[in-house]
């Protein structure tokens, strides 16, 4: 179990940084884990860029 929440951090970690490793997604143990991170970091990295434009746009400087 502890190998797959490793796999999950090390995904978003990644996908938040819009990177991926093959590898890693390929493992026959702990690939889905892996893979599942990076969408959902992919997903918190776009969330993030998208409220900072809304702010952006509405001249809130936070």
């Not at 190998?3 to 951090?9: L, R």
């Not at 892996?34 to 936070?62: C, K, P």
């Amino acid at each position: 179990m502890e190998e797959a929440f490793e796999a999950y951090t090390t995904g978003h970690a990644d996908g938040s940084a819009g990177l991926r490793d093959r590898q890693r997604a390929d493992h026959p143990d702990t690939g889905d884990d892996y893979r599942i991170g990076v969408v959902d970091g992919s997903v918190a990295a776009f969330q993030a860029e998208l409220v900072a434009e809304v702010r952006r746009l509405l001249g809130e400087n936070r």
